[in-house]
Structures are given as structure tokens and as C-alpha cells.
């Protein structure tokens, strides 16, 4: 049948929101219409292909993709400016660098959650055609029968739980990654989310102490 669309869409409209909150210190200058840019990419991929994903269509897939590209870039610059905020520029409020922080880190699990997402398998149209036999991550789920059905398979908020365990152990759980691409997207998201959270709380206890 394939997996419902309207999960994946409120998380983007949290991301969205999330960056158009940031302070414009750790924003880009053109994040307003970039935020827009976003909300306009999804609109055109939930008018495409609204409801179920059942099937691989390459204008909605080229859509998604183009919309969890353009949110990792935006969070990526704001990353590395909250970064540098706090290296050079001793930052004094503990509790806006907190919540700035956390933003961040949370659109960080959001994005890469997108992104196990999306690539996984070919994505959720060719997983639901199963178009591709060789999973990019392992669920326990997959490894023995006894866990679930056989008639199992993911959907988007497991994908999600995979980044948030791997953004906050620095390292995969439960879920394997087995193919190239999935260890070094991993890779990247543990190396930053251990750089965000090390230099944010470091700070904010710095700044409370």
C-alpha cells in the first residue's frame, strides 16, 4: 500500500518553522526566502503525490530531494555560524545558546532522518514496489521473523528513530547500516551532533558557572 505522506510533511513544516525562528545572527541572510523556497517545494511535492506512496514517481522524488538538500544547507550554515559564535565571539547568554542549539541539533535528526529516508532502498516509492532487494539499513525487525510479520517493512518515523539514537549515542543503536553511503551519512551526522552538543553545553555551563 505504501506509507502516508502527512508524517513527513508536519516534520518539514517543524524544520521549516524551526529555522525561520532562528536569531538572524545564525541565520542566513536569505533565510526568509529560503524558508519560503522550502514551503514551496513541499506544496509541489504533496501536489504530486498527496496521499500514499505506492509507487516510485521521479518528479516527486527530485522534488524531495531538492527540499531535504536545500534544509541541510541552511542548517549546516547555521551550524557552523553558531560554531564560530561560540569559539571567537564568547557567547554570554547561556539560555538563547541553549535553545538556539537544541533548534539546530533537532533539525539536524530531522534532516538526516529525511535522508535515510529518502535514499534507503531507492525510497519509499521503490520500497513499497520493492524495486530493490538489498536494504541500505538493517531493522531488527528484518533479521528474524519471531520480531514482527513478515510482511514488516519501515516507514518514516523509524527512519527518524535511527537518526535520533545515532545523534544522541554518536554511533548506530539498534539499526545497521550496510551499505557505503549509509555508514558515511551516519558518520557525519554523529560527528556533528557530537560537536553541537560538546561545544553548546560546554559553553552554556561555562556561562552558568
Known amino acids: 500500500m505504501g506509507e502516508h505522506r502527512w508524517p513527513v510533511a508536519l516534520v518539514v513544516v517543524l524544520v521549516i518553522t524551526l529555522q525561520y525562528l532562528l536569531p538572524h545572527k545564525l541565520a542566513l541572510s ?16 504533496m501536489l504530486v503525490n ?9 518528479s516527486a522524488r527530485a522534488l524531495g530531494v ?14 557552523i555560524k553558531l560554531i564560530d559564535a561560540i569559539i571567537t565571539k564568547g557567547v554570554t547568554d547561556a ?13 539536524n535528526v530531522v534532516v ?15 520500497r513499497a514496489q520493492a524495486i530493490h532487494p538489498f536494504p541500505d539499513f538493517m531493522f531488527p525487525q528484518m533479521s528474524d521473523p519471531l520480531y514482527a510479520p513478515r510482511t514488516w517493512h519501515p516507514n518514516f518515523f523509524d527512519y527518524l528513530y535511527t537518526s ?4 544522541s549515542a554518536f554511533s548506530p543503536t ?33 556561562i552558568l558557572h
Not at 164 to 167: D, I, P
Open 30 to 45: 536569505f533565510q526568509t526566502p529560503i524558508c519560503f523556497v522550502e514551503g514551496a517545494l513541499l506544496i509541489a511535492v
Open 50 to 58: 498527496p496521499k500514499r506512496i505506492s509507487e516510485h514517481i521521479v
Open 66 to 79: 531538492l527540499l531535504i538538500a536545500t534544509m541541510t544547507l541552511s542548517n549546516t550554515a547555521s551550524a
Open 95 to 107: 539560555r538563547g545558546l541553549l535553545a538556539s542549539g537544541g533548534s539546530i541539533w533537532l533539525t
Open 112 to 126: 538526516f532522518g529525511l535522508w535515510y529516508w529518502e535514499l534507503d532502498r531507492g525510497g519509499p516509492g521503490k
Open 164 to 167: 535520533f539514537t545515532n545523534a
Open 174 to 206: 539498534d539499526v545497521m547500516p550496510l551499505t557505503r553511503w549509509s555508514k558515511m551519512l551516519m558518520l557525519v551526522q554523529s560527528t556533528t551532533a557530537l560537536l553541537m552538543v560538546g561545544l553548546v553545553f560546554a559553553r552554556a555551563v561555562n
